[in-house]
């Protein structure tokens, strides 16, 4: 009977461990992006190929008049970059061969098929001179409306920074670079911290993926948990268990990826035992599940997005209350600075604690040589002195009222022009989707440099505006925007065919990759490139 009973047991046991693995499988999405070691399997299995000047301007299909056309304005494009960058691109071509970021953002700008004839001859540069309002200046007095906004660390505007920095660091001069010790703004800085978050601690850091780092460590801490859960396609800086999928060498044992909005990852929350924590990204709202939109993944019009804030509320009072019903840490981030690099965690007492009273070697270590720098802490005690103010406020009178406004107006023009390209955006955080199939919608971002348009590396994926675009600012963007979308129509790219769908596109693109995968392998080396590639044959 003894042995019916644990026999008995063993079955139940398995039969959880399968009803919580099938609730796990149900959770994930079903895109690559939902599922971290099979897109890492088939990331090194993706051969490379490049094409050549026949294939680059012909990769849909297109006959030979539109070929043509898009060669002729390719080159024209070519020597106006030439005109009107010349130093900015000689110096970064200068140290290129030592900067590995630069190598890496180079190379993906674009599909790497195109990459290496836009990186000859599309060179803009990666240096700047000034800012000032709402502008950049490069190295060849070239003003720019800025769109990177600095990776989303610029919300008031570069002037409003400066200012920080400035007499942040002037009141922090006498102490200097001393560090360890502490400098008397930082007392203010956690007190402000305190009363904005409503939370009892504060943890400085160097920066967000610090930041995150030690809330994920603090969380399986005192939890005694080992697994995070994130949402798919969501960031939450470069560290390896945030990120487990493609860009990650070794995979992250203790990370569940699980499907953002959906109810089955809210059954996998209440089921399993071993979640410490769950990390939201709030942007993630503008495209659910998918991976940060990037123009070096602009293969066909695919991409889509778009806010819903009743929606995304809702999804996150529910997150919330099942994170407090199972002891689950809930983590997610939000803007914050001086100008100066900076990470900080806010959290509970109970969570932020370090050590164990009754354990006095069970410690939590987390410290940083240059975690409450002075001159950082300088600078955060200017902008949260200036969060109170009446400037600032201002800004956030009718913030969402005038961004939709914007952005409808931005649409408005588009569409009155004929032209096959929509933004979706999340306040002041845009993304451009495109409206018929096309291979080439990765070539806006540089008919937009050519009109005075500044965007960061991933090109029309993320435009981020900082809060002090004035209207006219605005009207500017908006006449040189719809006046870029134009030249490029003009000049063929958007060429279209009753049998050309972004269907078509992805079966072309898979038909190169096999054929490339296939030359390699008779080579007999799966690692080193192909030097040219016409593309599949059609």
Known sequence: MLWYLILGFIVLGLLRMLWLRLQLSLAKHRSLTGHARMARRLARLIPFYEYDERQFFRADGAPDDIAARRRQSFMQLAALYAERFPRSAALTRQIESSVSDLQFTARYR????????????????????????????????NQLYDLTGSYGANLFGYDFYKECIARGSERVHELGPVLGAYHP?????????????GLDEIS?????????????RLARYHTRRRHLVRFCGAYHGWWGDVQPGVGNPLPAENTYTLKDMDEASLRVLRSRRDIACVLVNPLQALHPNAGAPADSGLIDSARNAGFDRAAYTLWLRKLRRVCTERNIVLIYGK???????????????????????QRPADVCFARGTFNSHPYVMGAMYEFLQRLQGEPVRALYRGLDELWERRAATLNESLRGAGLPVQVSHLSSIWTVTYLVPSRYNWMLQYYLRAQG???????TGRLIFSLNYTDADFAAVTERFVAAAQSMQRDGWWWQDAHLSNKSIKQRVLR???????????????????SRYSGARQ
Do not use: K
């Open 110 to 141: 674009v599909p790497f098929q195109f990459s290496r004839l836009v990186r000859e001859h599309l060179r803009a540069g990666s240096f700047l001179e000034s800012s000032a309002n709402a502008t950049v200046t490069d190295l060849d007095g």
């Open 204 to 216: 400085m850091h160097m920066s967000g993926t610090e930041a995150v780092m030690q809330a994920v």
């Open 335 to 357: 803007t914050l600075g001086g100008g100066l690099p900076v990470g900080v965690v806010c959290g509970r007492r109970a969570l932020m604690q370090r050590f164990t009273e």
């Open 512 to 530: 190169e990759l096999v054929q490339a995968r296939w030359a390699t392998s008779r080579i007999g080396s799966r690692s080193s490139p192909r």
């Open 453 to 459: 348009l500044a965007l960061s590396w991933v090109g």
């Open 185 to 197: 703004v930082l007392a203010y800085n956690v007190q402000r911290l305190r009363e904005i978050s």
